[in-house]
């Protein structure tokens, strides 16, 4: 089994051009309403426009755009060298919202809001 995260994105060419940075690769496909990255064989990162889901879900749920700037996921990933990540995304838009540090549950841990406002943790394999 294939699994795939799709957010759902203001600009797709911004959020491209923000995750190919941020994750050191170019995405597997891009094209009008889809992008996508290879995390692993089995992941895989969507970023779909906000007017395209909506056109899919119609009004049976309220338009994704509404929620621009509201936290409405995490992308947990665990990645060597979490710190070169971290000030890569800040290099390209990101804010950071907490360092890098050890965290209660033993991980250690960063996030960063991308330019959507998806929290983005990396944390140190």
Not at 86 to 91: E, F, H, L, Q, T
Not at 116 to 124: I, K, Q
Request: hydrophobic content about 40%; glycine content about 8%; overall charge neutral.
């Amino acid at each position: 089994m294939q699994t795939q995260f799709i957010l759902f994105v203001s600009n797709q060419e911004k959020s491209k051009s923000f995750y190919s940075a941020l994750l050191n690769q170019n995405p597997t496909l891009h094209v009008p309403g889809m992008t996508e990255f290879e995390l692993s064989k089995q992941v895989k990162l969507g970023l779909m426009p906000e007017n395209g889901i909506h056109k899919i879900i119609g009004n049976t749920a309220p338009h994704p755009n509404l929620g621009n700037g509201i936290p409405r996921c995490e992308l947990y990933l665990k990645v060597k060298n979490a710190q070169s990540f971290i000030n890569r995304g800040i290099a390209h838009g990101a804010t950071l919202i907490s360092k890098l540090q050890q965290r209660t549950w033993g991980d250690v841990v960063g996030y960063i809001l991308d330019p959507d406002g998806h929290v983005v943790a990396f944390v140190e394999e």
